[in-house]
T-cell receptor, first 113, second 113 residues
């Protein structure tokens, strides 16, 4: 059984640029969630995708957007990067029913300069 | 409202038991989880408990839930140096038709030899 994978591992971008992060779900999982983890804090929910549609969103602006593909892999896109977007971005996959266990990938460390 | 709180630091001797505490506020939580995060890594799901349970045991891990006080604890028996990490509790709450995880800020567990 393949776990959740994310790419790239690290990324450095300049303020104002755009970035795309990628995630492959664990085999058999149909739901993917994205989280932002700032240094020294717990992860914050960005949004969740199920059947290729966003079905829930946290308190993040519209410049954070995503996609889910038919094979359940996913992308997180962030436009107009700001310095505060520097964080570890975590993808988690799960099934759509209880107990809603979410399994996390290793994350992508984004640095905005 | 949704807020999860944890103490920031815990230090124990190798071989002792560790108890990590957490309080949550959202009454609609049905599942509560414990995750472990090692430096530079993603989150590893350790265990979860359904809100109609008081206790769950899984090898060295024991989870206690006091639903009246909205208090959750994780006990690690015979703590080892490999248990040194940040531990997060999280509650699963509805977000649209999604289930988002709301995390505490994490407890840094240090195991002393």
């Amino acid at each position: 059984e393949t776990g959740v994978t994310q790419s790239p591992t690290h990324l450095i971008k300049t303020r104002g640029q755009q970035v795309t992060l990628r995630c492959s779900s664990q085999s058999g999982h149909n739901t993917v969630s994205w989280y932002q983890q700032a240094l020294g804090q717990g992860p914050q929910f960005i949004f969740q995708y199920y059947r290729e549609e966003e079905n829930g969103r946290g308190n993040f602006p519209p410049r954070f957007s995503g996609l889910q593909f038919p094979n359940y892999s996913s992308e997180l896109n962030v436009n107009a990067l700001e310095l505060d977007d520097s964080a570890l971005y975590l993808c988690a996959s799960s099934l759509s029913g209880p107990p809603y266990e979410q399994y996390f990938g290793p994350g992508t460390r984004l640095t905005v300069t | 409202g949704e807020d999860v709180e944890q103490s920031l630091f815990l230090s124990v001797r190798e071989g002792d038991s560790s108890v990590i505490n957490c309080t949550y506020t959202d009454s609609s939580s049905t599942y509560l989880y414990w995750y472990k995060q090692e430096p530079g890594a993603g989150l590893q799901l350790l265990t979860y408990i359904f809100s109609n349970m008081d206790m769950k045991q899984d090898q060295r891990l024991t989870v206690l839930l006091n639903k009246k006080d909205k208090h959750l604890s994780l006990r690690i028996a015979d703590t080892q140096t490999g248990d040194s990490a940040i531990y997060f509790c999280a509650e699963s709450i509805p977000s649209g038709s999604a289930r988002q995880l709301t995390f505490g800020s994490g407890t840094q567990l240090t195991v002393l030899p």
